[in-house]
């Protein structure tokens, strides 16, 4: 994902996004536990994705704020 495209988003499909985000990083830590896990930079991806989705909804909400 790319930032410039999550700030085009609302704070809701933001929202939705992070909860996707969050249930592929569990299902992902699951694959890992049971030896499952193929492409483990996926993991990499989704924390960082995760990261950005929090620091673009911190942004918004502290426009909103002023």
């Keep these: 994902?790319?930032?410039?495209?999550?700030?085009?988003?609302?704070?809701?499909?933001?929202?939705?996004?992070?909860?996707?985000?969050?249930?592929?990083?569990?299902?992902?830590?699951?694959?890992k536990a049971t030896n499952q896990l193929e492409n483990t930079a996926r993991m990499r991806a989704v924390r960082r994705d995760v990261a950005r989705i929090k620091t673009?909804?911190?942004?918004?909400?502290?426009e909103a704020a002023k």
């Excluded at 985000?21 to 299902?27: D, I, M, R, T, V």
């Design 1 to 31: 994902m790319d930032a410039k495209e999550l700030k085009t988003k609302t704070p809701d499909q933001l929202k939705d996004s992070l909860v996707a985000l969050k249930k592929e990083a569990f299902n992902l830590r699951f694959q």
């Design 56 to 62: 673009v909804l911190a942004q918004k909400a502290a």
